[in-house]
């Protein structure tokens, strides 16, 4: 590593998952987003932080490829938290994002243009799933790729291509207050796969057709389409959680889809469930207003989010300021 490089910073995007929640993991495509909340990555110091096992794992997958760098990296997941809890937004691929793209940045190379950042997500995919192997990758993808994306795995890579948002939907994100372990539900609904496959086979299958109906209303700009689905969406994920014993949908993610439907949209877990948050959808200023009312009587937390963030990026050699 030589001394030009030891101030370099990295940023990677949080996300947020849209659509595919389970059903991503038995072969369906979903859509994700990231978000402008980042992680930023810079060469460890003495006496900071250590970097997250995906970083550092995704990290040593560039060294594996283009030779050591005699260093590690740190990075700064802080606007990914509240109070020192997760958010649901996928931290933990944001950290592996940066910290795969800090390390082809030390060795010269560029981060971000698509050839490049199709080289970052290889090795933050593989270095994420050396850590985490039983999630899908999505959230890995819209860290290093931006954007609004469809995503499909495929193995050790995956299929990923970007979209258009469609113009009038309106976007609200509720934090639940409640930290949710998405190992915790993912193991609880592959004992249901052991237990009564049957059942679950059709839950999944349910939850397949409603993320293809998603992707098609979205890709068609059918916003009467995406709320329908977003909501059919939300109450596959409650059956699935019911058949597998653990709460995907809480009472309190199961509120604010009551909260959204009152007022003319639709909402539904972003992730695993169980807590985290709620991505919720309107089709016009006036329900995401009412909406945002009827959380705020509810002492419903409503994130400050913007969606279809930049990814993987190049900060420069400075101190970020905060988190764009």
């Given amino acids: 590593m030589v001394s030009s490089t030891s101030n370099l910073v990295v940023s990677a995007p949080g996300k947020l998952m849209v659509s595919g929640e389970y059903a991503v993991l038995e072969g369906a495509e979903a859509v994700v987003t990231a978000v402008n909340r980042r992680a930023f990555a810079r060469v460890r110091k003495v006496g900071t932080l250590e970097a997250s096992a995906e970083a550092r794992a995704a990290y040593a997958q560039v060294e594996k490829q283009l030779g ?23 931290s933990s691929a944001a950290a592996a994002a940066a910290a795969a793209g800090l390390a082809f940045a030390q060795h010269g190379q560029a981060v971000d243009t698509l050839e490049a950042r199709a080289r970052v997500f290889q090795a933050a995919y593989r270095g994420h799933q050396d850590i985490a192997p039983q999630g899908s990758g999505a959230d890995v993808a819209a860290s290093v790729y931006g954007g609004f994306l469809r995503f499909r795995r495929h193995g050790e890579t995956a299929e990923v291509a970007p979209i258009q948002w469609p113009r009038d939907l309106r976007v609200g994100v509720v934090w639940t207050g409640q930290e949710a372990r998405t190992s915790t539900f993912l193991a609880k609904v592959s ?6 496959p049957e059942r679950h ?11 293809e109906r998603f992707l098609a209303a979205v890709l068609t700009n059918d916003v009467s389409g995406v ?3 977003t909501a059919a969406y939300g109450r596959g994920m409650g059956e699935l959680g019911e058949a597998a014993g653990v709460p995907i ?11 959204a439907e009152q007022a003319g949209g639709a909402a539904k877990p972003s992730g695993a469930g169980g807590g985290d948050v709620a991505l919720a959808l309107f089709p016009d200023e006036g329900s995401e207003q009412r909406f945002s009312a009827r959380c705020a009587a509810h002492n419903y937390s409503l994130l400050l989010i913007e969606l279809g963030a930049a990814g993987v990026r190049l900060e420069g050699a400075s101190e970020p300021s905060e988190a764009r």
């Fill in 249 to 259: 949908v809480n009472d309190t993610l199961r509120r604010v889809a009551e909260l």
């Fill in 227 to 229: 709320l329908a689905s």
């Fill in 68 to 90: 050591k760098l005699g260093g590690e990296p740190a990075v700064d997941v802080s606007s990914l938290r509240s109070q020192g809890a997760k958010l649901g937004l996928g």
């Fill in 191 to 196: 004992a249901l796969a052991g237990a009564q």
């Fill in 201 to 211: 086979r059709a839950l999944i299958d349910a939850l397949k057709r409603e993320a």
